[in-house]
């Protein structure tokens, strides 16, 4: 993996996203990425270039392991829709701008419909413009409603928290 990679997360946090986040991190160093930057709440904060070196604050591997257990998001999250290329071409020239300017040649996104959404149409249109940057998404979604797979991060963390809250009512609530 040579040049830099940017990481963002989208969606509702869930027990994994953290996870999936760490993952991606420890992956793009193990491949030899210079940079691994993060997008401050996601596509929305890319668009306001908030973006933050991952290695000034990913340290050693206490660091990762404990981000692995953070909750919620460390990135901060979005429910940003990016909208079709030829509505807003605008946005899109300003998202490929900021991502040249970071030298950025492998971007991830980790969240569910929609972030697996706003992918597809960078790549779609990195295609067309000839970029040379790769989209990949990070499935994660406690709805497990992504086409194409069995299940994905997230969804085993709800499963859970509804069998222990079910347990939990039933031991002790006097309505059971």
Known sequence: MIGNVLVGQSGGPTAVINASLAGVYKTAKIQGADKVFGMRYGIQGLL?????DLGEYIRNDIDLE??????????????FKLPE?????EIYHRLFVILNKYSINY?????GNDSMD??????????????????IGVPKTIDNDLEITD???GFGSRSEERRVGKECRSR?????
């Open 85 to 89: 290329y030829e509505k807003e071409p």
């Open 118 to 135: 706003t992918i597809k149409k960078l790549s779609d249109y990195g295609q067309s413009i000839n970029s040379p940057i790769r989209f």
């Open 151 to 153: 299940h994905t991060p």
């Open 172 to 176: 002790w609530s006097p309505y059971h």
């Open 66 to 79: 404990l981000l692995k257990r953070t909750p919620s998001s460390y990135l901060g999250s979005c429910r």
């Open 48 to 52: 306001d270039e908030k973006i933050l």
């Open 107 to 111: 971007f991830f996104y980790i969240g």
